[in-house]
Every structure is written in C-alpha cells, then in structure tokens.
C-alpha cells in the first residue's frame, strides 16, 4: 500500500527509536498525551510501545469518540429502535458498546429492532431511500474528522427531500477536551501531546496555537503509522529539551495550517455548538460537541422525537477513566482492570473500544504487566 | 408408464421449495430422487435406506459434525455446499484421519427457488467428488417462510485415524514450531465484501479447500506433529489462544512471516479489521516438534495447497497461555482472543 | 479514532463520486469534501468521503526527514 508502507519502515523505526532513547537520556521522566485513540491504537498494535525507553511515557487521552460517548446517548438510540420501529444506521464501531438494562445496539437487534451496520453516512441515506415507508435514523459519532461527512448527507437529503431521514447527533470537538485536561486543578503532569491525525485533516494544524501557547504545551500532529508516531515522539523531546512550545506538523502530507476550508463551511452551515455535552469519564463539558442548527431541524432526531430525552447514566464507582483520561492513573491502577473490567465486560469507558486505554492494554500490552509481577 | 403413475418432474427453472418436500411424501421422494440423489448419487446413497450400511473399518475411527449457516449463500470463491463438505472433511482430517464418508442434512425454507438449490447440491457433489469423501445418507426438511435463512447445511463425517498418529489441541511442547499453510483473512474478506453496507470489490475469492490431501503428506513426511487445527471462525489469533489455552503454553509469534494477500491486507487496513481474526476455510495450523519443523515444512510447500507454507513461530513455556508477537516494526504486542464477532472500527 | 487510509482515485464518477483503489480492493468514495480531485492523485479516505488529498512531495519529504533525523541525534 502506498504512502502506507513505508511509513511502517523496520529499520527506519529502529534508527528513530535509538535516536528517541539518545534524545531521552538518563534525564526524569517524560509524559506525552496521544490525545486520540488511532494513536493509541496504533502505538500498541504495532508495538510501538515496546519500542520507547523506560523514561518515556505515553498517557493515552479521551480521543476516541466511542470510549467517550455517554451511556444514555446509545439507550437513545435503542429506544428509538425498539420504541419507535426506526430503521437505526451505526458505524460497526458502535454496535457493541453496553447500554442500560443489559442492552446494546446488537442486543437490540437480538429483540428484534431494526439495527444495520453501516460504512458510511451515504449508506445509510441511500437506506432511507430504498425504505420510505420507514424512518432511518443515523447514529452519528465522531470528532471532526467524522462530522463533514454527516454535514454532507444531511444537505444531500435536504436537496433530495428526504422525508423519513434524521441524525441522531454525536458530534464531538477536540479542543475543548483538551482544555478540560488541561485545566485540570492543580495542573496536569504532561509535557506535551501527539496531535490527532485525522481531526487535524479538517480543522488543520493552527487551531492548537491555543495549548501551546496558554498552556505552555508542545504540540506535534502525526500520521497514524508507526513511523509518524515515532517521529512525533521525538519532536516533541526535543521540544521540551529545548525549552520551546511549539505545534508542529509531522503529518504534512495531509495536514495544512488551515486545514479542509470546504469541509469546515459544510460543518458550519448544518451544525452549532451545543453548550454543553456530556463526555463518558470526563463530564459535562462546556462548548464540546455539536447539534444540527434549527434550519435542518427536520432532520434532527432529537427535535423530531421530541417526548425522548437524554438520561445521563453515571459510570461505575470503581472506574477510574476520569483519572485515566487526565493521565493520572494507568490502566492498571484500576482496581477492577482485567478482572471485572474486560473487553468482554467493559465496565467504564477505556474499556469499551479497542481504541481504549483501558482496552489497548488489555489487548496488546497486559503481558508486559503479569511478567513485572512475577519477576 | 401409466397415465395415473406420471408425475410431472421437477421444475428446475422455476421452481420453489414449499412444506411438502419436507412432508415425507411424494413431493419429498421427487425432490430426492431428481435433485439430491441425481447429484450426489453412489453406491450407499442408492440403497435408499435411512440410513447407509458401510463396509468395515479397520482402526480407530472419527467422527465429526458441522451446522453450515453463511450468508451469502453464494460468496466469491464458493458458496454452502462446497463448504459443508470441505469443513467437515477438513474437521476429521486435523484429528489426523483420512475422512470416509460424510452425511448430509438440509433445512429448507419454503419459498426457496429450487434452481438454487440444485446449484449448490451439484456444487457439494462436486466437492465431495474431487475429495473423494461420498455423501452416504442425509435428510431434509422444510421451515416455514422467514423461519430460515434459504438454506442451513449440516454435514457429519467418519474417518479412520492414521495409525499411530494421536493429534490434540492439548499436545504443543514448549520448544514446538508453528506453521501455517499458507496466506490468511480470504475466505471471512470474500464474505465481508458481499455483506450489505460494506459491500466492496476486490480480487478476493474464499480459499474454500479439502484439506486432507495435505493433511495426508504432512503425515507421510514422518514429521512428529501435535496438533493440526484450521483456523475458521476467529481467525488465526483465536484458533492459536484455543491450543494455547488447552496445552498450557504460551506462544510467540513473527508478525513478518505470516503471508496475507495484498488485497485482503488492503480491505483489512480499509475496514479497520485485523487478518488474524479474519476466518479461513482451506489452511491449517501445524504444531511439531522443533527438529522435524524444516521437513513437515517441505512437505508442505511441496503439496498444492501448501505452496505459501511457513514457521511463523514457537510454543514457550507460559502457563497463562499468551500468544505473543513481534511485530514487522520489531516491536511486540499480544495477540489476545476475539473479543464477540469483529466489527469494522471506522470512526 | 478516525480510520482513514490514502487511497489511489483510479476513475471520476458522477455525483461527484469517485472509485479508489487500495491495493486492488475498490470503492465508491464522495468527493464532496474535496476540491480539484484527479484521476491518479491520493486521497486520505474516511467514512466513504475523501477527506484531504495527500501532498506526495511533502510524503516524499517526510520519508527524507525520518531517514536523516534518526541518523542525527
Ligand atoms: S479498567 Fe474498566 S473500570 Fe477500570 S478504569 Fe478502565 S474502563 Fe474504568
């Protein structure tokens, strides 16, 4: 695969790998945020990890828009399944996530709601079309990277007159999530981030000036291969050796300083920001996610099932995301991690999508732990 | 022939399977008679029995059974009844016998256009041709409309064990060797493409295939083997953690030496899927002893359907039974089991 | 997060379609969120939409950097 291969190069991931310890010395620790889960999918899946020395850490962060949605947004959509016989479109993404009363949108399926997997928003339009005696509804998720495409099916069924189509909308923003972290009281024990790959396609590259320059932390954008990931990591060491704050941009090759202008028009022209959003392990935030604007209110689920509401659905007492999230605890630190928390039975919201913190150890890392113990 | 005694023959073209083909009737005899016997027929389907009396055995035997539910029915590559033969065949054969003979038995559902079905019985008569394993005896019935899903196949097969060669999944040694047979993540890809609201093109068929032949020149190498398993359902990662879990080893294995196609490589990447959980239907997984791995190799690559053959890595001691690799980048992760059915990760 | 993969456009479709290839593996992406997309260039591909279209000389860069940095601590 162009452009993806030889940024999963063995022996140029050695070579950046030595330099990483050489730029890392002997020196204190270092603690880098990958704020989103492609990364930290990424980084154990290829072990990547592996490859980094002791004194550099990686605290994965709150990007990954299954993780952090909220219990009572999927019961939403299962009610809507299962109250109000809507035809409900998911990405695969979210079919799995437990819900309340034992559910999830699978499990939904199971009772006989009408629950199909979708690749993209425009297989779900064109499901809209082909059954016009039903209601579709899409479950929309995602951070940026993933809104423009549901900003443009809503203006494709507008131009078609869909009338049996509606959003049930997710949409999430990034920087007010890293603002929560970072405004964490008493400060965040972070030295810098790995900027989102994807996100920052559309929103580009300059938005992050903010955490560099308020709060004082370097920020690098990379690509989702191994490569990118390590190039990042040590761009942001030698940030910090000297003294700078910057953002810089690994990921050239699709990121730019304004980003996509077009995709960001369309985002603007569908949707506004909510005042406020709640994210699963991190809270009510202000300004964090989006909803459609009153203008394609037609195609809003919300406003069109207007008798459902959002419960909120608080989390397990045991969980400790929030802490995971903000980089104060590690996986493992959670009492119930691998026991009563597994990916089979995730229990809090790290847990629920292999691009979890809690998940990605699991998965790919909980080996390293158990030999710690017995060694 | 009579007047009263003709009986229309079946309508191929046009056709569809209603309740009384399953009812024990005429109906039922016809569609025997003019579609499952004229396909498949042999010697023991002929005695028209309830069941097949077989000559006798000598050795240890095996028996084995597989319910076949696959949506498509027909998929690239193949389709239900090339599969449910070749997946039992294949199930007797990683006990390490030679598969004999296999049965055969039908879920209709109402409605199903017979031209179809006549398709896949002469696609399962001529697998089980080309094995050589003859479908001795089977039965049919027929569920109401929405009650089934077109067409469920079970297969049940005999065999007769190699002599003196015992394979288990509780076998693997420390110090054992790995191997595959060859490229992996085709046959779960050729379905994945065909799925509703994922539907892609590719050059992707199931690697669909009758195991034994190879099963037969990994035995005659003389290598010592443990274990024999295919890895379908789950993939290669969950069929290894399967052996792990049972011999109370662990494994490590060389992410490079595992061969995927371009194109299965590519849609996995696309679709956010891994090829290890992808399912398999035509490769094996070999565990044997270290010094006999080199020989079992060449035996392997020399047979048609082990041409892309390889060690792809090593049983350890470990009792927690993980299975470990070092990754391309040379890194290491773990390789854990399936977690549910994988779904696309996308956003 | 955000899976997307650049992709080769290998034909122009109407509807501001477009069919991509991976390696042999092809797909009908929108290009509604791209301008200026031709027959031959790469597109970052998210969700069915062509996100961004790749920069080969700012890939090939990137590459150049990753061998020279890791040789110059
Ligand atoms: S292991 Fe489970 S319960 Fe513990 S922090 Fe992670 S997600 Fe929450």
Redesign the pocket.
């Known amino acids: 695969m162009r452009y993806v291969d030889e940024f999963r190069d063995p022996v140029l991931a050695q070579n950046l790998s030595a330099s990483i310890a050489l730029e890392a010395g002997a020196g204190f620790g270092y603690r880098f945020m990958e704020f989103c889960g492609g990364h930290t999918h990424a980084l154990s899946r290829y072990g990547v990890l592996g490859m980094l020395p002791s004194n550099v850490q990686m605290i994965h962060g709150p990007g990954c828009p299954v993780c952090v949605l909220p219990i009572g947004r999927i019961d939403f959509a299962i009610r809507l399944a299962l109250e109000h016989d809507v035809i409900l479109c998911s990405y695969g993404d979210c079919l799995r996530v437990p819900a309340s009363d034992g559910l999830s949108l699978l499990k939904a399926r199971a009772q006989g709601a009408d629950v199909r997997m979708v690749y993209s928003a425009l297989d779900a339009c064109k499901i809209a079309a082909d059954n016009p005696q039903s209601q579709v509804v899409f479950f929309a998720i995602g951070f940026e990277t993933t809104t423009p495409p549901t900003a443009s099916i809503i203006k494709q069924a507008h131009a078609a007159g869909l009338k049996n189509f509606s959003v049930l909308c997710n949409h999430v923003l990034t920087l007010p999530a890293m603002e929560a972290i970072l405004n964490q009281p008493g400060g965040v024990p972070l030295d810098g981030f790995v900027g989102p790959a994807h996100v920052s396609t559309v929103i580009g590259s300059a938005p992050y000036q903010l955490v560099a320059q308020r709060y004082r932390k370097p920020v690098v954008i990379a690509g989702f291969e191994p490569l990118d990931m390590l190039q990042a990591i040590l761009m942001l060491l030698r940030q910090v050796n000297t003294g700078r704050a910057e953002v810089e941009n690994e990921f050239t090759r699709a990121v730019t300083p304004q980003g996509n202008r077009k995709a960001q028009a369309l985002v603007n022209e569908v949707f506004e920001v909510r005042d406020a959003f709640e994210w699963r392990g991190l809270g009510s935030l202000p300004w964090s996610g989006l909803k459609l604007r009153a203008e394609f209110a037609q195609y809003d689920a919300e406003a069109r099932y207007p008798e459902m509401h959002f419960v909120s659905v608080p989390?397990?007492k045991?969980?400790?995301?929030g802490a995971?999230l903000r980089g104060e605890k590690r996986?493992q630190e959670?009492?119930?991690?691998?026991t009563?928390?597994t990916p089979d039975n995730?229990?809090?919201?790290?847990?629920?999508s292999s691009e979890?913190?809690?998940a990605a150890h699991y998965t790919y890392g909980r080996y390293r732990d158990v030999m710690q113990e017995g060694s | 022939m009579s007047k009263a005694a003709y009986v229309r023959p079946l309508d191929m073209a046009h056709g569809r399977v209603d309740m009384s083909h399953g009812s024990g009737g005429r109906a039922m005899a016809q569609l025997i008679a003019e579609l499952f016997a004229a396909a498949l027929g042999n010697e023991y389907l002929a005695q028209g029995n309830d069941g097949a009396l077989l000559p006798q055995i000598n050795g240890r035997l095996v028996m084995s059974t597989d319910a076949h539910v696959v949506a498509p029915l027909f998929f690239p590559g193949g389709d239900i009844g090339c599969l449910s033969v070749r997946g039992t065949i294949n199930d007797i054969a990683m006990m390490g016998a030679q598969p004999l003979y296999l049965a055969a038995s039908f879920i209709l559902e109402e409605g199903y256009p017979l031209a179809d079905l006549k398709r896949i019985v002469d696609s399962m008569a001529q697998a089980a041709r080309a094995a050589g394993v003859p479908i001795v005896t089977g039965d049919t019935k027929v569920v109401e409309q929405g009650k089934g899903d077109g067409v469920f196949i079970t297969t049940t097969g005999v065999g007769v064990a190699y002599d003196g060669v015992t394979l288990s999944g509780d076998l693997a040694q420390p110090g054992d060797k790995i191997l595959l047979s060859g490229a992996i993540g085709d046959h779960g890809m050729a379905i994945l493409s065909q799925r509703e609201g994922l539907a892609f093109d590719a050059p992707i068929l199931s690697d669909t295939a009758a195991l034994h032949g190879l099963v037969a020149a990994m035995i005659a190498s003389g290598a010592k083997l443990r274990v024999l398993r295919d890895p379908t359902r789950g993939g290669l990662a969950t069929t290894l953690n399967e052996i792990a879990r049972q011999s109370g080893v662990g494994m490590m294995l060389q992410e490079n030496t595992i061969p995927v196609n371009p194109a299965v490589a590519a849609a996995c990447e696309f679709l956010g899927l891994d090829a290890l959980y992808v399912a398999n239907e035509g490769k094996l997984i070999a565990i044997c002893a270290a010094e006999d791995a080199e020989r079992l190799l060449a035996a392997m690559r020399a047979h048609p359907l082990g041409q892309r053959a390889a060690i792809i890595g090593a049983v350890l001691e470990d009792a927690r039974g993980f299975v470990q690799m070092t990754t391309r980048m040379g890194g290491c992760r773990m390789v854990d089991w399936l977690n549910g059915e994988q779904l696309p990760r996308i956003c | 997060m955000c899976l997307a993969i650049p992709a080769l456009v290998v034909e122009l479709l109407p509807a501001d379609m477009a069919r991509i290839d991976l390696d042999g593996m092809r797909k009908e992406v929108s290009l509604s969120l791209v301008d200026d997309v031709a027959v031959g260039d790469y597109v970052i591909v998210h969700v069915g939409y062509a996100l961004q279209k790749l920069d080969p000389e700012e890939a090939a860069q990137t590459l150049a950097l990753f061998a020279e940095l890791a040789r110059q601590p």
């Open positions: 989390d397990h045991a969980c400790e995301c995971i996986p959670c009492k119930i991690f691998g009563v928390c995730p229990i809090g919201a790290c847990m629920v979890g913190a809690c």
